[in-house]
């Protein structure tokens, strides 16, 4: 019996903040649409990451992968909708400073 196609099934997207920058090499480690590195109003360095996954089992191993590389976690928001699939959304990196 053939697999379904996840790229059909509906993704929720995350928006995942973290304290660090990263580069637009993390696209291919996880599910990112997009990312975006720049720097809070503090000026410390940090990276918002949308990701599409299919449940929050796959969000959770991404979250503890994170965990795991020392990344700090400063949060985690639900984007509203769910769309489907993720096949041609990733996007490379933008760097924008805070309030450019």
């Known amino acids: 019996m053939a697999q ?3 790229r059909n ?7 995942i903040k973290l ?10 480690h996880f599910p990112v649409v997009t990312l975006t590195a720049g720097y809070d109003a503090a000026k410390t360095p940090v990276t918002m ?7 929050q089992a796959e969000l959770m191993g991404m979250l503890m992968e994170l ?19 993720r096949a041609g959304e990733r996007t490379t990196a933008t760097n924008l400073e805070a309030g450019a």
């Open 19 to 28: 304290r660090t920058h990263l580069d637009a090499g993390w696209l291919s």
């Open 49 to 55: 990451l949308v990701v599409g996954v299919q449940d």
């Open 67 to 85: 965990h795991g590389m020392g990344l700090a976690l400063l949060s985690v928001q639900t984007l509203a909708g769910r769309s489907k699939g």
């Open 9 to 15: 099934e509906p993704v929720t997207r995350y928006r």
């Open 4 to 6: 379904p196609d996840a």
